[in-house]
């Protein structure tokens, strides 16, 4: 909970492809004036900047969680800080690190490890939203209200977030005034081929075998590649970054290693920022581009050389390999409206699955039921109810702030929750200000444990995880968060 300052004590974890590190920071929250108005996070301050270390693998295709836990664990001790007193922030796996078999429980290890209320994420789109938010392309499209795009070039993956500054945000859960107009996520970053000492190739990953193969190179595993097929190689992966942020249309290699969906229209940017590990070397590409045993340093100067990339409006970063931890132990959390319907005994809640429920504004009756009978069939289709502690639905639009209608939603929503079991937790979450009375209605109706959150915005198949009241009982602290492990 908030101290008596009002404020909150956050850790940022991002255990990468090449790198693991960690930040504290301190979050002052402030309830405005006028009786009914939300907390918000009114500043956020960065008290402590672990060392950028190398993530321990046990081999390529596991981690060593022990000795993550206990580089986090070093980081605390360093900061003067014990788990008890982090109340809130996110432990994110990106780019190849995802992938690796261990990866789920290492994340979740280091959530419980790191305090009593601490995300467990992964997934490149949310990796995107939180390099953005960290490296500051957010706040540059807040400030000039144009479109800014972050590029995110890391060892494993580059991971895109075009901002909007134009756009209040209210539908993209963005409490800072900025909405998240797309994410554009694509399996090229500087650590996907390595090499020994003598520049002998020791592994190539998945994705640059693709595109190894797509231009026939002559680049295996205990071979000292000729200067000109990793000329070409990087060239390409440059090439690729570009495309994924001009498109459409898309070169079809670009489709084969895109992470999720790609957009249909391209946009025209007022402004670009790099970041991670490579980004940060867009600028000023090393002299020894072998330096760190990969490619990252070619590639940061292929991208660098690159004709479209000349043209670009390039903007000075906040923050470069550590933008995405930044933004994780600084961005990641949101507050509820104050008006929310709570049972105190169910927090904090982790890794509540959700369900949208769209489009019931102006639906009658039978089409609600229906609506929420749907939402509620997936939720049951996709997550065995005796590995979840809660499950979630998460309303958009209800229609008129009247209590006719929160009645009928009320009187819909009641049926379609009783294929669930009578003792799980649900959660429900609208955008609108509306939860004290939605709740009070819901439970003369049902006797199940509930909770009702209001002025919060989660998608379908987004995961959420609910802290203790603060702010006088009066909110929660939430994530929205995606867990996106493997392929």
């Not at 991002?14 to 996070?41: C, F, K, M, Q």
């Not at 939203?129 to 500051?136: E, F, H, P, Y």
């Not at 990969?294 to 004709?307: E, F, N, T, V």
């Amino acid at each position: 909970m908030t101290d008596s300052r009002g404020m909150l004590t956050s850790i940022g974890v991002d255990v990468g492809t090449t790198t693991t590190h960690a930040v504290i920071s301190r979050l002052r929250v402030e309830t405005p004036p006028g009786g009914a108005a939300s907390p918000e996070i009114a500043d956020r301050e960065i008290v402590y900047r672990g060392a950028v270390r190398e993530t321990p693998l046990f081999d390529p295709e596991t981690i060593d969680v022990d000795r993550v836990a206990a580089l986090v664990g070093r980081d605390l001790e360093a900061a003067g800080v014990t788990p008890d007193e982090i109340d809130t922030g996110a432990v994110i796996v990106t780019g190849e690190t995802a992938r690796r078999a261990n990866a789920e429980p290492l994340v979740h290890r280091l959530a419980e490890d790191a305090g009593r209320f601490v995300a467990a994420t992964a997934g490149a789109s949310l990796e995107a939203v939180l390099a953005g938010r960290g490296s500051g392309a957010a706040a540059r499209a807040a400030e000039t209200g144009g479109l800014v795009a972050n590029v995110d070039v890391g060892g494993g993956t580059t991971n895109v977030a075009i901002f909007d500054g134009g756009d209040s945000g209210e539908t993209s859960g963005d409490t800072d005034g900025v909405a998240v107009r797309e994410t554009r996520c694509l399996d090229v970053g500087g650590r996907l081929v390595t090499f020994d000492e003598q520049r002998r190739v020791v592994s190539v990953s998945s994705p640059a075998r693709t595109v190894v193969e797509a231009l026939d190179l002559p680049i295996e595993t205990g071979t000292s590649p000729v200067e000109s097929a990793l000329e070409k190689l990087v060239a390409a992966m440059a090439d690729l970054v570009v495309d994924l942020c001009t498109g459409p249309p898309f070169d079809d290699l670009t489709r084969t290693l895109a992470i999720g969906h790609l957009p249909d229209e391209s946009l025209a940017l007022d402004g670009v920022v790099f970041s991670g590990g490579v980004g940060r070397l867009v600028e000023s590409p090393p002299d020894d581009p072998f330096a760190w045993g990969d490619l990252g340093g070619s590639l940061a100067a292929a991208i660098a050389d690159h004709p479209q990339v000349r043209s670009w409006p390039v903007c000075e970063s906040a923050e470069d390999i550590r933008a995405t931890v930044v933004g994780a132990g600084t961005e990641s959390t949101t507050l509820s409206g104050r008006t929310v319907s709570l049972e105190r005994s169910m927090l904090p809640l982790r890794n509540v699955p959700v369900a949208a429920v769209p489009d019931v504004s102006d639906c009658a009756a039978d089409a609600l039921e229906r609506r929420f009978g749907a939402a509620v069939s997936r939720l049951r289709a996709r997550h065995d109810h005796d590995e979840v502690d809660a499950v979630a639905l998460s309303i958009d639009d209800v229609g008129p702030l009247a209590y006719d209608r929160l009645r009928a939603i009320a009187d819909a929503l009641v049926p379609a929750l009783a294929a669930l079991s009578p003792s799980l937790p649900v959660v429900v979450v609208t955008r609108q200000n509306c939860a004290k009375v939605l709740g009070q209605v819901l439970r003369r109706r049902t006797d199940r444990p509930l909770l009702v959150l209001d002025e919060l915005v989660a998608g379908d198949g987004d995961f959420l995880d609910v802290g203790k009241p603060m702010s006088g009982g009066e909110s929660v602290p939430v994530v929205v968060k995606t867990l996106a492990f493997g392929e």
